[in-house]
């Protein structure tokens, strides 16, 4: 499998070998929450021993309907980021959408996060990049992985080579996302470290009333397969409550859920990788 550049947030570090996980509420709820998700996730991964990323957004500002929970918004939001890290010890990850949002956020998180819908924005990516911090970008639904290769140069450009590569499943028809493996070594190709998002790969977009459904009960597989493919970190949405939750409740993976299933992927990451098989000639 081919080298990647290693990119470290704080503590964790992708593409040196390790595992490391994104996990967190799709949307802060509340401080309240953000704070004990944030508590509970810690104390999860510190039992498993794997690194781990919180994640959570100030606005989820894609949202299928007008009347859907946002979130708080920036202000509020990076108060909220600000006391989850101090309080937990976790880096930080959540999602910009616009290039003014880039600075002030910076200023809070460990690692910002381009939404798959605007990987392509290039105002906003050189923003990113800007701010030298960890920049994690969604490759769109409607990209190919090769694709993914423009996306790295305009945020290398601002001279900032902290990028990592998130999949998180192509358009498949209406209303549907598909996975293709082969998408993991190919933007690892790249030289860039490759996450997996579990969560969003399975979305049913727009397919509910008003809302986008999901199917929570393939995150065990996808996960599994995912993993086996070569990913260098694992991007999940939890939540203490799915039927509860404000955002993406139908593909959250429930709490309690989460430190079986870490162990469950770490042993999958263990199984050392088959040799490439020999040249053919003839």
Do not use: W
């Amino acid at each position: 499998m081919a080298a990647v550049h290693p990119v470290s947030a704080g503590p964790v570090t992708f593409g040196d070998g390790s595992l490391p996980f994104i996990v967190g509420p799709c949307v802060i709820e509340s401080r309240e929450h953000a704070v004990n998700m944030a508590l509970a996730i810690r104390d999860i991964a510190s039992r498993i021993g794997v690194p781990v990323v919180f994640k959570a957004s100030f606005d989820k500002a894609n949202r299928t309907s007008v009347t859907s929970f946002r979130g708080p918004g920036l202000a509020e939001g990076l108060r909220v980021l600000a006391e989850v890290r101090e309080r937990s010890g976790l880096p930080i990850l959540t999602d910009i959408h616009e290039p003014a949002q880039a600075a002030p956020t910076a200023e809070v998180v460990d690692i910002l996060q381009i939404p798959a819908f605007l990987s392509r924005q290039t105002d906003l990516l050189l923003a990113a990049g800007a701010t030298g911090k960890m920049v994690n970008v969604k490759k769109g639904q409607f990209l190919a992985p090769g694709d993914m290769r423009h996306v790295i140069a305009k945020v290398t450009s601002t001279g900032n080579h902290h990028v990592t590569l998130t999949e998180r499943g192509v358009t498949f028809g209406y209303n549907n996302l598909v996975v293709d493996m082969r998408a993991f070594p190919m933007m690892r190709a790249l030289g860039y470290p490759v996450i997996f998002d579990v969560t969003h790969s399975l979305q049913l977009p727009g397919a509910g009333d008003g809302v986008t459904n999901g199917l929570a009960e393939y995150i065990e597989p996808l996960a599994s397969a995912g993993v086996a493919a070569g990913v260098d970190g694992v991007f999940m949405e939890v939540h203490d409550d799915p039927r509860r939750a404000k955002s993406d409740a139908a593909n959250a993976l429930r709490l309690d859920c989460l430190g079986p299933l870490m162990e469950r992927l770490v042993a999958l990451h263990r199984v050392p990788p088959c040799p490439p098989p020999p040249e053919v000639r003839g």
